[in-house]
């Protein structure tokens, strides 16, 4: 039996099937409601590490290990996002959400590459960089196959794409599907109008950072900072500096899986199912 001041999972998860381990520790909470956060905190803990999901949603099979993961999920049945931001109106699930968030408004970056001046919003972002400038480190491996990638959210694009075709990501207002929550999350601004990226010389808005890049670039800065080493190409973006180097690469990644063409786009394969395949035009 736990002593006053003390706080045991024996006495909340005892004769459960839950699997909790029992655990019992020091709490300097004097009052029920302090018992009852740290009893969270230690169930938490160790649905972590055991892999447990504690928490079920009723509405469909989804479950998860930790409150927050639930919450975000619960959300995609309600739409409710109580955070919002005061700049442009943002809403988020979740306090934390809205915190990354405001760094756009405020610029601040905390995560330093250790090596140069670079810095970023997001450390994933930082992740990014060092692995491309820096190390070439590509640590998230396929099991399928040889490809390797420098995030997981790349390896989980290509065994999607390239192996099982799943999609779990899906619209509740059109049906869209795709393979990462974040491109879901990007296209539900089409439904809602939200457009929290604002350029600073004009009311131009954009759903997306690089839309805004690209915006400035070309409308009021001119430059274009990426350049083909083989014929001289500038553009705005590194990303359509990588679609132009397969011209001269001749690499076409984009294999049509009902007859022997390959595209060096995605759009230009879309195109093909569409016209030769499917009888859908784009």
């Known amino acids: 039996m736990a002593m006053a001041g003390q706080v045991s999972l024996t006495d909340v998860n005892d004769g459960s099937p839950t699997g909790v381990p029992k655990i019992d520790c020091d709490s300097k909470s004097s009052n029920a409601e302090d018992q009852t956060t740290a009893q969270k905190v230690h169930v938490n803990s160790a649905s972590e590490h055991t892999g447990e999901k504690r928490y079920k949603c ?3 099979d989804f479950s998860a290990a930790w409150k927050s993961s639930f919450d975000r999920h619960i959300a995609t049945h309600t739409g409710d996002k109580p955070y919002m931001c005061g ?7 979740l306090m934390s959400t809205l915190s990354r968030h405001m760094r756009i408004h405020t610029g601040e970056k905390p995560y330093k590459c250790d090596q140069c001046d670079y810095s970023a919003t997001q450390k994933p972002s930082l992740d990014k960089h060092i692995a491309e400038n820096h190390t070439g480190e590509k640590p998230y491996k396929c099991d399928q196959c040889d490809f390797s990638a420098m995030q997981k959210s790349h390896i989980d694009y290509h065994i999607a794409t390239k192996h099982t075709g799943e999609k779990p990501y899906m619209c509740g207002e059109c049906g869209y599907r795709t393979v990462l929550k974040y491109t879901l999350s990007t296209h539900m601004k089409i439904h809602t109008g939200e457009k929290p990226f604002k350029c600073d010389q004009c009311d131009f808005s954009a759903i997306q950072k690089p839309h805004i890049d690209y915006h400035k670039a070309t409308k009021h800065i001119g430059e274009k900072p990426y350049m083909c ?8 973006q590194k990303s359509k500096l990588s679609r132009h180097m397969k011209t001269h690469t001749g690499e076409k990644p984009y294999k049509c899986d009902q007859c022997d063409y390959s595209a060096a786009r995605k759009s230009t394969l879309d195109n093909h199912m569409a016209a030769r395949h499917t009888g859908e035009k784009s």
Request: aromatic residues 12%; hydrophobic residues 15%.
């Open 58 to 60: 009723d509405r469909c």
């Open 87 to 93: 700049e442009c109106g943002y809403r988020a699930v």
């Open 229 to 236: 080493s083989e014929c001289g190409y500038r553009t705005v």
